[in-house]
């Protein structure tokens, strides 16, 4: 079994977390908001910029980062009780190895240690697997969000999933 580790990234990840999120918006264009175009357009220094902000976690194998979560607790009074995860994305050599339940696992136990109440995401209604993997971990499905992104111009559904903590 492989040795994971979950952690912040911070900007100095930004060339490797700028390559898994050109993997995954060119491999799974529904998982992501940001299109492939949009991504490689990004400069290094807006990545840098953008993981400077805190927002994200890594898993690593080694020195290598696999994997890839967008995590955001929510700011305003009324709804400090809630974080957001997403994207959430292993690269493809690495999905089944169990490091997307480390990513997983860490983020939840960040939201718990920060007092959190819930995790909300968002998932494609066609993304079995990830929806199949986000009820492992405790996640569900409570609606759905039609037409919520156009994907080359495809009208996409998604299903809002949560968790509570």
């Given amino acids: 079994m492989q040795n994971f580790v979950c952690r912040v990234l911070a900007p100095e990840d930004s060339e490797a977390w700028q390559k898994l999120r050109l993997e995954g918006a060119r491999d799974f264009p529904s998982g992501f908001l940001v299109t492939y175009e949009e991504t490689a357009a990004a400069r290094r220094d807006h990545c840098r910029k953008i993981l400077a902000g805190g927002s994200f976690r890594g898993v690593f194998t080694e020195e290598n980062l696999v994997g890839l979560c967008g995590y955001?607790?929510?700011?305003?009074?009324?709804?400090?009780?809630?974080?957001?995860?997403g994207?959430?994305?292993?690269?493809?050599?690495?999905?089944?190895?169990?490091?997307?339940?480390?990513?997983?696992?860490?983020?939840?136990e960040e939201a718990k240690s920060n007092g959190l109440a819930q995790l909300e995401l968002f998932v494609d209604t066609e993304n079995l697997r990830a929806m199949a993997f986000y009820e492992r971990q405790g996640f569900e499905r409570v609606a759905t969000h039609y037409d919520s992104v156009r994907v080359d111009g495809e009208s996409r559904n998604d299903h809002l999933f949560t968790l509570r903590l």
């Fill in 87 to 108: 994207p959430f994305f292993v690269t493809r050599s690495y999905q089944g190895s169990g490091a997307a339940k480390v990513l997983m696992a860490g983020v939840i």
């Fill in 72 to 85: 955001r607790p929510q700011q305003l009074k009324r709804t400090q009780h809630r974080g957001v995860i």
